[in-house]
Nanobody, 118 residues
Framework: QVQLVESGGGLVQAGGSLRLSCAAS????????MGWFRQVPGKEREKLAS????????YYTDSVKGRFTISRDSAKNTVLLQMNSLKPEDTAVYYC???????????WGQGIQVTVSS
């Protein structure tokens, strides 16, 4: 049973930083891609970043390039999202997700709120 648990969200002022963590359990993730998404009420879920657990290759959507960094700690089975230079428009519920190579994301965390005040 795959379980993804996010932590590290909260309230921060614009220009500040937060680091989100996703604790992954239930299997070995070496054949998985891990991603971070966010969703604002009334809008579609947006993919922000992903990392190939095995190779470490990363992807970022344009809106977060240069501000967010995704990484993984294989020893702790944790995926991190370092978020710097936060803006009010980054306010959303953030989700961690996992997908086997070549498949859609089918494991999701419960989500965690990030609020950036102006």
């Amino acid at each position: 049973q795959v379980q993804l648990v996010e932590s590290g969200g909260g309230l921060v002022q614009a220009g500040g930083s937060l680091r989100l963590s996703c604790a992954a359990s239930g299997r070995t993730f070496s054949s998985y891609v891990m991603g971070w998404f966010r969703q604002v009420p009334g809008k579609e879920r947006e993919k922000l970043a992903s990392i190939n657990w095995s190779s470490g290759n990363t992807y970022y959507t344009d809106s977060v390039k240069g501000r967010f960094t995704i990484s993984r700690d294989s020893a702790k089975n944790t995926v991190l999202l370092q978020m710097n230079s936060l803006k009010p428009e980054d306010t959303a519920v953030y989700y961690c997700a996992a997908a086997q190579f070549g498949h859609a994301y089918n494991y999701w965390g419960q989500g965690i709120q990030v609020t950036v005040s102006s």
